[in-house]
């Protein structure tokens, strides 16, 4: 028996907009035709690239039934539902 390949989304708009939570759609879709509009110039092409980037990862998060629970979470300081960047990776803020 062989594995089924995963299907990934990749870096396609199309397929970050089906994955992303419909109070998503708006804000993707503005910052996409922001960043392609401004992709004509070939120095801004990778901009574009890096942003549907980012917003694939952002919809792979928010799509997480637990995601909008751990958010309110750490909105809340509620620190026993959560762990810090702090305490997974120590000293992560001195690396930017």
């Given at each position: 028996?062989?594995?089924?390949?995963?299907?990934?989304?990749?870096?396609?708009?199309?397929e970050?907009?089906?994955?992303?939570?419909?109070?998503?759609?708006?804000?993707?879709?503005?910052?996409?035709?922001?960043?392609?509009?401004?992709?004509?110039?070939?120095?801004?092409?990778?901009q574009?690239?890096?942003?549907?980037?980012?917003?694939?990862?952002?919809?792979?998060?928010?799509?997480?039934?637990?995601?909008?629970?751990?958010?309110?979470?750490?909105?809340?300081?509620?620190?026993?539902?959560?762990?810090?960047?702090?305490?997974?990776?120590?000293?992560?803020a001195?690396?930017?």
């Amino acid at each position: 028996m062989t594995a089924e390949p995963l299907h990934e989304i990749g870096d396609d708009p199309a397929e970050i907009l089906r994955l992303l939570p419909e109070r998503w759609h708006e804000q993707f879709l503005s910052d996409y035709h922001t960043a392609l509009d401004a992709a004509h110039e070939v120095w801004r092409f990778k901009q574009l690239q890096e942003l549907l980037h980012v917003w694939r990862l952002h919809a792979i998060a928010v799509s997480n039934p637990d995601f909008d629970r751990a958010e309110r979470a750490v909105r809340e300081g509620r620190t026993d539902e959560f762990v810090s960047m702090d305490m997974a990776f120590p000293g992560w803020a001195d690396r930017r």
